[in-house]
């Protein structure tokens, strides 16, 4: 749900970050391997692939896939670069990179690498996502509501609210303090404000009352929110 994209060509970058913003992705973009290394250093933020450019400032891209690996960090990373040699390919691979793309390439190969690394490892981003009788479904970006095996209940949600009920439900019963969501679910050049989390909220649980759907997602007052997979969810 959470990319970290490594690019110093600024119009390569730009124009990968719109492609998987379209997608419901939250991206990162830095321009060099050491700013990408503070990123997954951080305890904040949890990413869900890393695409990096093999030519970085700084710390290459191959440097850097190394450096995740010494440390045990399983994270997927799509290597991009000019360098197209066999042999090139296989020191790619053999960094670490889990799958390699060669310059120029059209978006829709690079999405289409992003889906079997999914398939590969469905943890990524899966077709669906199912707790307590709430289903999100990731190609259709609605929320399926339905306990007693009748139709269900299919609310459309925005980008930002499925974003944020995935990553919920992703941790189902666990209090996840707003901090942790709203440095999740929005990405660094947003600098969203303290009170956007909150917001977000009402906003969700306003369009799932007016269908007539209990809000899964409670509040615990000074520690966060969680999504209770005990809650009925008959609408």
Known sequence: MRILLVEDEADLGLAIKQVLISEKYVVDWVTDGTQAWL????????????IVDWLLPEMSGLQLCQKLRLHQNPLPVLMLTALGQPENRVAGLDA??????????????????????????????????TVA???LDTANNVLRV???????????LTTKE?????YLMQN??????????RQ??????????SNVVAAQMRLLR?????????????TVPGAGYRFNSQLHSQP
Request: glycine residues 6%; aromatic residues 8%; proline residues 9%.
């Open 39 to 50: 990123c997954l250093e951080s305890q904040w933020t949890d990413y869900t692939v890393a």
């Open 96 to 129: 670490g990179a889990d799958d390699y793309l060669v310059k120029p390439f059209v978006m829709e190969e690079l999405l289409a690498r992003l889906r079997a690394l999914q398939r590969r490892s469905p943890q990524l981003q899966p077709s669906t996502l």
């Open 133 to 135: 009788g709430f289903t």
């Open 146 to 156: 339905n306990s007693d095996g009748s139709t269900p209940l299919v609310i459309s």
């Open 162 to 166: 499925f974003q944020l009920l995935m």
């Open 172 to 181: 189902p019963n666990r209090i996840i303090p707003g901090s942790k969501l």
């Open 184 to 193: 999740q679910l929005w990405d660094m050049d947003e600098e969203p404000i």
């Open 206 to 218: 306003r369009k799932l009352a007016n269908h007539g759907c209990p809000c899964p997602i409670e």
